[in-house]
């Protein structure tokens, strides 16, 4: 019986400034029978902008109620009483501000802040020997005008000169799963994944041992069906509802 849902946020609620048609009214409909959390590897922006962003679209929703690649790239320094080197936007870069430092190289979604300079100082600090970690490996997004370079590439770039391997912190990582599970007070097997990324939220979310829903919207293409099978294939969120009444 399916008493949680985990909801991602650009491609499924929104894509770029638009929100996508019913999701307002599908979100409100789920809330009556489901605890919801919402989870991005959304980095470029804080937490806190993000829920701003989610409010003003109209969509109802509680700050504890978010977790981003971001907010678990902190929390992952403070348990550790670390620092990083933040390859990010200001934003992010000043979210981190009390974590900054050279323990950890920490790649972010940077925008326009992925520069020759930036990349070429974090590779440096890798081969004195730091941490190498990321907040996502996505490859894209879908923004306003089309598809857009995620930090997946970036991070990638960084591997291939370092010779080490990022630490994850957002989707796929179990971890990152679990803390959202943990908070809505269900099990694993009563939670469902919702998402547009094959990768970080399909396979991701089955790797985990989580029911993984894909919705048709965001950056889904048909070849993705190509990588890997989602348990169930929607149109988008608004068909949400009815599906999971029908499975349960």
């Known amino acids: 019986m399916i008493k949680g849902v985990l909801l991602d946020i650009g491609g499924v609620l929104y894509e770029g400034?638009?929100?996508?048609?019913?999701?307002?009214?599908?979100?409100?409909?789920?809330?009556?029978?489901?605890?919801?959390?919402?989870?991005?590897?959304?980095?470029?922006?804080?937490?806190?902008?993000?829920?701003?962003?989610?409010?003003?679209m109209g969509f109802e929703l509680e700050k504890e109620e978010i977790f981003t690649a971001l907010s678990a790239a902190k929390l992952f320094l403070q348990k550790r009483k670390s620092t990083a080197f933040v390859i990010g936007t200001g934003e992010a870069r000043e979210y981190l501000a009390s974590e900054s430092?050279?323990?950890?190289?920490?790649?972010?979604?940077?925008?326009?802040?992925?520069?020759?300079?930036?990349?070429?100082?974090?590779?440096?600090?890798?081969?004195?020997?730091?941490?190498?970690?990321?907040?996502?490996?996505?490859?894209?997004?879908?923004?306003?005008?089309?598809?857009?370079?995620?930090?997946?590439?970036?991070?990638?770039?960084?591997?291939?000169?370092?010779?080490?391997?990022?630490?994850?912190l957002g989707k796929p990582n179990c971890e990152f799963f679990s803390l959202a599970i943990a908070s809505m007070e269900v099990e694993r097997d009563e939670v469902v994944m919702v998402g547009d990324d094959i990768q970080s939220d399909?396979?991701?979310?089955?790797?985990?041992?989580?029911?993984?829903?894909m919705v048709k919207t965001g950056k889904f293409k048909p070849e993705d069906l190509q990588s890997a099978k989602p348990d169930f294939l929607i149109d988008s969120i608004k068909d949400l509802p009815k599906l999971l009444k029908e499975i349960g």
């Open 17 to 56: 400034e638009s929100v996508i048609d019913g999701a307002i009214e599908a979100l409100r409909e789920l809330r009556k029978n489901y605890k919801i959390r919402f989870l991005s590897n959304t980095s470029r922006v804080s937490p806190d902008t993000l829920f701003e962003r989610l409010k003003n």
């Open 101 to 168: 430092g050279e323990d950890y190289v920490l790649v972010c979604d940077a925008y326009k802040n992925f520069t020759y300079d930036a990349l070429n100082q974090g590779f440096r600090l890798l081969e004195d020997g730091a941490g190498f970690l990321a907040t996502n490996i996505n490859r894209y997004f879908k923004d306003n005008d089309g598809l857009s370079l995620d930090a997946g590439g970036f991070v990638k770039c960084l591997e291939y000169a370092s010779g080490k391997m990022a630490k994850v």
């Open 202 to 213: 399909i396979i991701g979310a089955k790797a985990c041992w989580l029911k993984a829903v």
